[in-house]
């Protein structure tokens, strides 16, 4: 059955729409060249113009990855997620929602971490913190320390031997990577941050997991203020 899209919706959306169910439901693979614009106008009896547009609009959410003088294809489901980071934005509302999805898997993550984890491990989580130091000592700039944000947290998620949990966080860590850009530029945040990082390691290091979740939770509160303090 032909799709109509004669309705109050734009044209161009409700192409986009269709296009993207079609994406979601296998019809076209990851990497796949999609029709061309006339093509698809035939196919979808719509003009080009319509078809120029949706496809603009799904290129622009990650679906669509558009190659001068190639075509256009599917993008993976990575480019998709890049995609809709680089163009989320940051409320008040969304940081809440995000930090409580955060402090779930987290909390559990380094409990995980810490019944899990080796020697080896441990030692990698200090080096870690010990070079976030280093940049703190030397008055280089704090947005560096962003980096070293993402290895503590996503090595914390690895530690845990959870499959799931690593994969989920490193999907979660992209949803809030403005956000910890944003926390980073907050005097004297990225200093707490550290420490904070210190005091997770070292209960790690015990083998306390109650304590290890009450600093990570702490950890996730206070950042969570910070940002939240900035936006106000």
């Known amino acids: 059955m032909k799709p109509s899209f004669k309705d109050k919706k734009g044209i161009s959306e409700k192409v986009a729409d269709y296009i993207k169910e079609q994406i979601r439901a296998g019809v076209y693979s990851v990497g796949e060249r999609i029709p061309g614009e006339r093509d698809m106008s035939i196919q979808l009896e719509v003009s080009r113009n319509t078809v120029r547009e949706a ?20 993008a993976s489901e990575a480019e998709q997620i890049r995609k809709m980071t680089e163009s989320f934005f940051i409320s008040s509302s969304q940081i809440s ?16 971490a810490t019944k899990n984890g080796t020697n080896e491990n441990v030692e990698k989580l200090q080096s870690i913190v010990k070079d976030a130091q280093e940049i703190i000592a030397s008055g280089r700039d704090p947005i560096e320390l962003a980096e070293y944000d993402l290895q503590f947290h996503l090595y914390l998620a690895e ?3 959870n499959d799931v949990a690593n994969r989920i966080m490193h999907h979660l860590i992209d949803l809030l990577r403005q956000a910890r850009t944003q926390s980073i530029r907050i005097p004297n945040r990225a200093e707490k941050s550290v420490a904070e990082h210190d005091e997770i390691v070292k209960s790690i ?4 997991t109650v304590l290890a979740k009450k600093s990570m939770k702490y950890h996730l509160e206070s950042v969570e203020k910070s940002i939240k303090d900035r936006l106000s």
Do not use: T
Not at 56 to 63: C, N, R, S, T, V
Not at 97 to 112: M, T, Y
Not at 205 to 208: D, F, R, S
């Open 55 to 74: 496809y603009k609009i799904l290129e622009a959410y990650g679906y669509l990855k558009a190659e001068h003088g190639r075509g256009v294809f599917i």
């Open 97 to 112: 929602d995000l930090f409580a999805v955060r402090q779930v898997l987290e909390e559990s993550v380094v409990e995980w």
């Open 159 to 161: 530690m845990s031997g």
């Open 205 to 208: 290091k015990e083998g306390n």
